[in-house]
């Protein structure tokens, strides 16, 4: 009997796992803090930014990870302002 032991993990079999298991959770959760974000830019200005989400999995620094990106457009120097002030607050949401 052999004492050797060898652990091999398909890359491709991570990314379905990531595909298919968290990317739900992930999107839900991007869409929850899209939603405040709009919500709290709404109530700020009478001219909010609009804020995109887009979900995807890719390579960040050691690996392959799944994760959202939520943007604003570009809009004026006050509608940039107000985007960055929202998004830093926002991001409780998705807790």
Do not use: H, W
């Not at 919500?39 to 989400?53: G, R």
């Not at 690996?63 to 004026?76: E, L, M, P």
């Amino acid at each position: 009997m052999s004492k050797d032991t060898a652990f091999v993990l398909d890359i491709e079999g991570g990314k379905k796992i990531l595909t298919d298991m968290m990317m739900p959770t992930i999107k839900q959760k991007a869409a929850s803090i899209t939603a405040r974000a709009n919500s709290m830019a709404a109530s700020m200005s009478d001219d909010p930014p609009e804020f995109t989400m887009t979900t995807q999995v890719g390579t960040i620094k050691n690996g392959v990870r799944a994760f959202a990106t939520i943007s604003s457009g570009d809009g004026t120097r006050r509608q940039n302002y107000i985007a960055n002030y929202v998004i830093a607050r926002a991001k409780d949401a998705g807790r």
